[in-house]
């Protein structure tokens, strides 16, 4: 499906870069009314884009994590819907990679093509009400009954939620065990004892749906537990590695496009007898944005590359803690530039900080980023004495 990009991305590029005027069209109103494009989904995943990570013997394109940060970057450049994109990601890290590295042949074929063509959406469910940055502590249970388990629990904010068809959910099965009774298992949304609502309006990101999955006596075959009993902790550590290197890949593009627009705005506003950009203020405030654009590429591609062998260090952590925060204050500093035009509401700059501040929270707050690298780093945590 996505073999003819091997080559060379021009093509793919220029793809991209069509979709995204069209999808440009109508941006303002789905942001508006949180609505989460499908026609922009089935089309991307014609580019084959949702395949990128995943083999060809799948029905994905078998690029490696840095190719698919270069690609992602472009699709950011020229894609107008950052929901669209987060759904994207969560999709593409959260649920089809768990399933290519630790599925079973069978788990693998069955979902795969499915997901790499777009034909399924998929949902990564950890967060419950009462977890959050603590996501191994559990409370959704799951229960082996012959042939069968049982899951009972609560997710909530899991993007995708309301349009997937496919759930990666943990479950512990001993609350007792903590982290180590940690299992992965795939839940279709046909399955009985589950239950899919709608989440609550968001300041951003609005066009990537999310909401509650509620397990009740929900009855799966054995056969789609991912990976062993007790697993679940060491799926859920790489499947984060990937997500927090690569899910802000897209925002380079983001973040290119804006300080591109910021330029072009600082040549041709004129205040006081001169272009704006004349003024020191503003041309500091530029450089300080193009700075944080390179820094952010910089230690996403470090963090891409580190993925490609046995241990991905801190980088992955880094690459999400620097790049969201970096967009933040990006967008930030275009509504400087814009003065009231960036602050209307349906335009691009307030939209994109909007966007950017719910991006500092994904996968891990900035906090709980800092928390890991500083015990990677022999430092102590906070609730630890030692």
């Known amino acids: 499906m996505t073999s003819k990009w091997n080559d060379s991305h021009a093509g793919l590029f220029e793809a991209l870069e069509k979709l995204g005027s069209e999808l440009q069209e109508d941006i303002s109103e789905r942001d508006r009314s949180g609505t989460f494009d499908h026609d922009g989904w089935k089309r991307y995943a014609e580019l084959g884009v949702q395949g990128l990570l995943l083999p060809p013997a799948y029905g994905g394109g078998g690029y490696d994590p840095p190719r698919y940060a270069h690609v992602m970057e472009e699709l950011g450049f020229s894609c107008p819907d950052n929901g669209l994109l987060m759904a994207l990601g969560a999709h593409i890290l959260a649920v ?3 399933i290519a590295e630790f599925g079973s042949e069978e788990q693998r074929t069955s979902y795969l093509p499915a997901l790499a063509s777009g034909r399924a959406i998929g949902a990564h469910a950890m967060t419950e009400p009462g977890t959050g940055s603590d996501a191994l502590a ?3 249970t799951a229960r082996r009954d012959g042939d069968w388990y049982v899951l009972d ?3 909530r904010y899991i993007t995708n939620a309301p349009v997937a068809d496919v759930f990666l959910v943990h479950a512990t099965l001993d609350r007792s065990l903590g982290f180590t009774g940690v299992t992965a298992f795939l839940v279709e949304r046909g399955d009985s004892g589950i239950e899919v609502t709608p989440g609550s309006e968001k300041l951003g990101l609005r066009t990537a749906s999310w909401g509650d999955v509620v397990l009740d006596g929900c009855r799966i075959p054995a056969s789609r537990r991912l990976g062993a ?11 984060m590695a990937f997500e927090r290197a690569l899910i802000l890949a897209p925002w380079l593009g983001v973040m290119r496009r804006e300080l591109d627009e910021c330029v072009r705005y600082c040549r041709r506003r004129r205040q006081f007898g001169k272009h704006i950009g004349h003024f020191q203020s503003v041309s500091n ?8 654009w390179e820094l952010a590429r910089l230690i996403t591609r470090s963090a891409a590359a580190e993925l490609t062998g046995p241990d991905a260090g801190v980088h992955p952590e880094l690459s999400k803690l620097y790049t969201s925060e970096a967009a933040v204050e990006m967008f930030t500093s275009a509504l400087q530039i814009y003065g009231a035009l960036g602050y209307t509401h349906d335009g691009r700059v307030e939209r994109n900080l909007r966007d950017a501040l719910g991006m500092t929270l994904s996968s891990g707050a900035s906090d709980m980023q800092r928390n890991i ?3 990677r780093m022999g430092l102590t945590w906070p609730d630890r004495k030692n």
């Not at 009993?229 to 499947?239: L, P």
């Open 96 to 98: 089809e990679l768990p």
């Open 138 to 140: 559990l409370t959704t």
């Open 153 to 155: 629990g609560h997710k």
């Open 229 to 239: 009993e007790k697993q679940g902790a060491a799926i859920f550590a790489r499947t």
């Open 285 to 292: 405030r530029l450089v300080d944005m193009r700075m944080k």
């Open 373 to 375: 690298v500083a015990g």
